[in-house]
């Protein structure tokens, strides 16, 4: 149990205090701030173990808030909430299957439907804030894989948008893309933008740029490993498990296989003949439409502190060969496939 002796809520708010709004425009909004998500993401929450979360309150007095969950849960639900415009918020790792979140940073619902529209058949949860600030907040929360930002909104405006986007820690990472009606292409890209679009928009020129920097989660895995016993293994494990596997032994058999289909997943020792890993690592960021896709480098040496700020940030995982049984280093490549690729 919660309780406050705030300014309170009406029957009617409370009526509507757990629903998720594309935009808040009440009077107690603007004073106060807050995006209208942060109870409807609580109550869906409850609702996944199986509980509920309930609110009384009186106008001037205060509120309480109280969240009943069961000891045992077998299973989970999540009921759709009537009329809502919004998914419901990711919770913990994304399996093979689940969608990933894209947020569109607009004040013209329009836009937004339309977004919602085409990229849902992408594969894509849209959601949306109307102003910079609610969009920022939401990013938070959400860790989108893509936001697509305009620039002419009230208040804070979109370059400041972006500027905070990448100041961030946690969003600095995120790709972005500015749509918008101003040809200020240059300066969009010069400020962080990963792509500019102008409006209005075209189906197939929004689908290009998304498809180019969301993560790829089709495809196959590629294993780069000159050790024939473990390439072998790593090859024949995950496809008696139902993944698509190609091998290469040196680097550039891993750049050839990369050039010609782009993979979901690629596991990379450092260690291997003619260009060793980190060069391989370098020319896949150097290309747009490879920097984006995710890498594990393995090795069985361990790394210095040269050879950390050689990977800079650029891999999702490091696994030292020698710190894992076989065992352990088979779980971890299924965690990752899991997460990165679909079967």
Not at 18 to 34: I, P
Not at 178 to 184: A, G, K, N, Q
Not at 299 to 321: H, N, P, S, Y
């Amino acid at each position: 149990m919660v309780a406050d002796n705030g300014i309170g809520m009406s029957a009617e708010q409370t009526n509507r205090l757990f629903q998720t709004f594309y935009q808040g425009d009440s009077s107690t909004t603007r004073k106060y701030g807050g995006t209208g998500l942060g109870l409807a993401i609580s109550r869906r929450f409850c609702q996944m173990m199986a509980g509920e979360i309930a609110v009384e309150s009186i106008p001037g007095t205060g509120s309480t808030f109280r969240v009943r969950l069961p000891a045992r849960v077998i299973g989970s639900s999540l009921p759709a909430e009537e009329g809502s415009r919004e998914p419901s918020l990711p919770i913990g790792p994304r399996n093979d299957s689940a969608p990933q979140a894209m947020l569109v940073i607009d004040d013209d619902p329009n836009v937004y439907d339309l977004m919602e529209r085409i990229l849902s058949r992408e594969g894509l949860e849209v959601y949306g804030a109307a102003t910079g600030k609610e969009g920022l907040a939401l990013a938070k929360r959400l860790k989108p894989v893509v936001i697509a930002l305009d620039i002419m909104m009230p208040g804070m405006d979109g370059w400041a948008v972006l500027q905070a986007i990448r100041a961030d820690p946690d969003l600095k990472g995120t790709a972005v893309v500015v749509v918008s009606m101003l040809d200020e292409k240059p300066l969009g890209l010069a400020l962080g933008a990963d792509d500019y679009l102008t409006k209005p928009l075209r189906r197939e020129q929004l689908v290009a740029s998304i498809q180019r920097l969301v993560p790829v989660r089709d495809g196959y895995i590629l294993v780069v490993e000159d050790d024939e016993g473990l390439r072998e293994l790593l090859q024949r494990t995950l496809l008696e498990e139902g993944w698509s596997v190609r091998v290469a032994s040196t680097g550039p058999q891993a750049l050839e296989m990369i050039e010609k289909s782009r993979p979901g997943l690629i596991l990379l020792d450092l260690k291997i003949p003619e260009l060793d890993g980190y060069e391989v690592l370098q020319r896949i960021r150097s290309r747009p439409e490879f920097v984006r896709v995710p890498v594990a480098v393995m090795t069985a040496q361990e790394l210095a502190r040269d050879d950390w700020e050689r990977l800079g940030g650029r891999v999702e995982q490091v696994i030292q060969k020698g710190m894992y049984s076989r065992n352990r280093l088979m779980r971890e490549i299924r965690r990752l496939a899991a997460h990165f690729v679909r079967r």
